[in-house]
């Protein structure tokens, strides 16, 4: 089936130590984004790519890296996490119109 | 600004209890409107989706949504909830159908007692 897979889904870092959570697609869709979910609250937008075109968000750290090497990959680097960046980070992607995103299981990252 | 409100931060229903979750956005031009379903420990999977045509939309798991433009609603609706039915709703909507403009609400909490 075709999916969005993220690995790993669970992710232990110590502060300040950098880490990367990676997205790979199989829906050959266009657009990537990457989100952040924090516990009972909304999915919060960090950036997203247009094939690769990176789009930052305007209040998204400097702490906050993505990479895109292909259609498939796309990946977020942490650089030296802070205790509240702590949270499900969501992969998505986008394609075949409408607008709608296809989300994959999240990585839950802690910050130690 | 472009917002979208849920009003109702959680809801407590007991099985077969019939359920309506509001969500209302800001704005008047070209939307796109999605329900999203949050189970506990699971990924975000969408409910149902508006882009045309049929203001009532039917989505999985029988629920269903009814675009309201003059109201500027997208309101969730199940006639009988199911224990299974517990999680955690997003209303979201993408502004003038562009990439990176999904405004997702804060989420409704539903907890299906049996």
């Known amino acids: 089936d075709a999916m969005v897979i993220q690995n790993p889904r669970y992710q232990v870092t110590q502060f300040g130590k950098p880490v990367t959570l990676s997205c790979s697609q199989t829906l050959n869709h266009n657009v990537m984004y990457w989100y952040q979910q924090k516990s009972s609250q909304a999915p919060k937008l960090l950036f997203h790519y247009y094939d690769k075109d990176f789009n930052n968000e305007a209040d998204t750290p400097d702490n906050f890296q993505s990479r895109r090497p292909n259609t498939s990959f796309c990946f977020l680097d942490i650089r030296s996490p802070g205790l509240g960046d702590a949270a499900m980070y969501l992969c998505a992607t986008e394609g075949g119109g409408y607008n709608e995103q296809f989300f994959g299981p999240g990585t839950r990252l802690t910050v130690l | 600004a472009q917002s979208v409100s849920q009003h109702n931060h959680h809801v407590i229903l007991s099985e077969a209890a019939s359920l309506e979750l509001g969500c209302n956005y800001s704005?008047?031009?070209?939307?796109?409107l999605f329900w999203y379903v949050q189970y506990p420990g699971q990924h975000l999977q969408l409910l149902l989706k508006y882009f045309s045509g049929d203001p009532l939309v039917k989505g999985i798991k029988g629920f269903e949504a009814e675009f309201i433009k003059s109201k500027f609603s997208f309101n969730l609706r199940k006639p009988s909830v199911q224990w299974s039915d517990t999680a955690e709703y997003f209303c979201a909507v993408n502004y003038g159908g562009s990439q990176g403009n999904l405004i997702f609400g804060k989420g409704t909490k539903l907890s299906v007692k049996p």
């Open positions: 704005y008047g031009g070209t939307v796109n």
